[in-house]
């Protein structure tokens, strides 16, 4: 599956339902067993979530848009398929939450390709479901310190921190992400489907359980003054950056 | 404790109660603080559970078989003495299940002296609570690899992850094995048994309060036809090497 | 902040009542984002809670002291000021417990100046709330461990248990601690605060339920014959030793 979106995969409302669509043919066809998620995107993996989805618009708009936000996570964490990341460009946010649903994750050693959950620097901040993927990859105390600070990890030090799994020289990403992939496809595909499932029942429950407080919760946070505000201003610097 | 079921310490139903039993004995005689598991018979520590217990049998038997495996985990797991696992031999599936169990774990520094559970290689899915003691030991990320693919991790690689604590050479384990017992048991036997309750006891009491529900989920799952066919294939294949 | 208790910022039930005022006061005063939290003691951070106050007292007494105990984590715990500790001193069980309610911590790299809850090593039993926190920083595997053996970790050990984020050398503990804070208070505060909340709010959510029962079972405990027994020879030894 190869993330194209241009310019750089944002997230935006009709981009997240596209993917989920993608993502449940290829679990219906019974021909694949796996799938290696990747950017098309020259430089970035995805950017996240799309911030004009989430300013100037209307209540019912902002929920409509946190409803496809959590379906993606839901189909992609939960997917019985295989999932290997080939992270070849920037990961941040929910660039990065979506790289954290898969069950391998290859890095390309670029400098420039730095993967974290940094929503604090935007001013926003993580509902509890990113923090628990986060968690269940990264551990409490380090999932902690990189959401409060924002931290968005520089290959070297998301391998040391555990945030993927494996960093490669940039032209070996697909190749090893397919040999990683021949790894996980070998195990019984029954057998593996229901030990992650087992894994990953618990933090997925907790979020469909939640899931009307969730948006409301999301809606309510985004439709502050002084959110609205905020990413307003950050949206403004980023046209000047790009103008 | 020397574990003594030829040939590989197979944990039969007979076997399980034998160990049950005998840990109990020790546990209500005030003369000993603590216990060192290991095997005599050479090159395995456990072959883990027997599978002869789980194909060609009653859904009774495989009820009674799986109280057994229950009750085995519930004992070592809360056991208020001292239990430190020498591990001088293969420690796959139910053998690893046991070395973790334990409170410290010294492994004997062979390459064929792997540990883990490797249940999903066989087809098989291991259960909620083998998952929680394997998180326990080495946190949630590293159990979701290691459960999907069925890992068993040779010397080196088991210390790494934290399934063992130490790894030394195959000669020295025994008296490694006694240092770390002495360490332990210099500590207050009170504090020391109430601490391991307190971090404990919330993951026993998931299998208590599912005691039943996990004995139905085994049966059913145990007795499909595609399970008892792979276990069969697998059985026949094993007699083939042997033969 | 700086804990000044003579002779070693031992956690009395005055100085626990000063610690959550002083906090509370700095939280109140809109002028003050964030905390440095160090020892004008030499060689001490803090020698932890008051044995004098566990030992020889009423019931109620016990109750009062613990209430105090309880009410110092939940306000540091949850403070929503940037909290750095800057550990230029030993820092056993109580002592180490405030330090773990930090944000960010510190350790002088002075071999004399071991953290940890060793709360083992006197009879008595750390609390599930300082069981969860030390979980929540280390896994829950190395604190199993630490618990129950009573692990005091020289400033190398420590860093490499996770148990500080940095250990410097003594006389940059302070502007090491400063630097620190400064990138903790470059995030924008709202943020940070509902993230540092949604981390934090389960784990003392936990006491707050529970807080009754928990000074019941303090109480309980601590009156047993055989606790005031161990910790009077306890306090005896101290005496003689510095005599």
Same mark, same amino acid.
């Given at each position: 599956m190869r993330l194209n979106n241009?310019?750089?995969?944002?997230?935006s409302l009709e981009f997240l339902t596209e993917l989920v669509i993608s993502l449940e043919k290829l679990e219906n066809d =019974?021909?694949?067993?796996g799938v290696i998620l990747t950017s098309?995107?020259?430089?970035?993996f995805s950017s996240g979530l799309d911030l004009t989805e989430m300013c100037g618009r209307s209540p019912a708009h902002y929920a409509e848009y946190w409803k496809a936000v959590q379906e993606l996570w839901l189909r992609f964490y939960q997917c019985s398929l295989v999932l290997v990341a080939a992270i070849n460009g920037a990961c941040p946010a929910g660039g990065c939450l979506m790289a954290l649903t898969s069950d391998h994750r290859v890095l390309a050693?670029?400098? =420039?390709y730095s993967i974290g959950l940094n929503e604090t620097l935007l001013g926003i901040v993580a509902p509890f479901w990113f923090k628990d993927t986060l968690v269940n990859t990264i551990g409490h105390r380090a999932a902690e310190r990189a959401l409060q600070l924002g931290l968005l990890f520089p290959p070297a030090q998301a391998l040391q921190v555990g945030i993927v799994d494996q960093v490669v020289p940039e032209e070996q990403v697909q190749s090893v992400a397919l040999s990683a992939i021949a790894q996980w496809m070998a195990i019984p595909d029954h057998a593996r489907q229901l030990t992650k499932a087992m894994m990953r029942k618990a933090t997925a429950s907790r979020l469909i359980t939640h899931r009307e407080d969730d948006v409301q919760n999301f809606v309510s946070f985004i439709s502050r003054d002084s959110i609205q505000k905020s990413l307003q201003l950050y949206l403004e610097r980023l046209k000047q950056k790009k103008g």
């Open positions: 241009p310019p750089v995969n944002t997230l =019974k021909s694949f067993r098309d995107r020259p430089g970035v050693d670029n400098p =420039k």
